[in-house]
């Protein structure tokens, strides 16, 4: 779930998320996260961008094509969410975080 600037999660259609997230682990296996955002650093303007992480943390090379659609489905799903900051979505468990307040609760 969106977890609100507060820490509360805010309420979402569950079954769209987990849906999206078992269908983002068929195309990337192996992926534990990913990281949203519009930054794209290969691109001047805004782009939907990807970083998928697998269960240890490690970085996962996905072709351009794969993390652009990923990305674009999670812009989809959360349409409300504040896209001017980077995002977290977790596959295991579904839930769509600021990549900003996730550091900040692991002390970094």
Do not use: Y
């Not at 961008?49 to 659609?69: P, Q, S």
């Amino acid at each position: 779930m969106l977890v609100m600037s507060s820490g509360t999660q805010a309420c979402l259609d569950t079954d769209r998320q987990h849906r999206l997230a078992a269908q983002l682990a068929d195309m990337i296996p192996g992926a534990a996260t990913i990281r949203v955002s519009l930054d794209d650093p290969e691109q001047a303007w805004p782009q939907p961008h990807a970083i998928v992480r697998n269960e240890a943390g490690e970085t996962m090379e996905l072709a351009r094509t794969t993390a652009k659609v990923a990305a674009r489905w999670i812009l989809r799903v959360w349409p409300e969410a504040d896209w001017t900051h980077p995002h977290t979505f977790d596959l295991a468990d579904a839930i769509l975080t600021r990549s900003d307040l996730t550091a900040a609760r692991r002390g970094r």
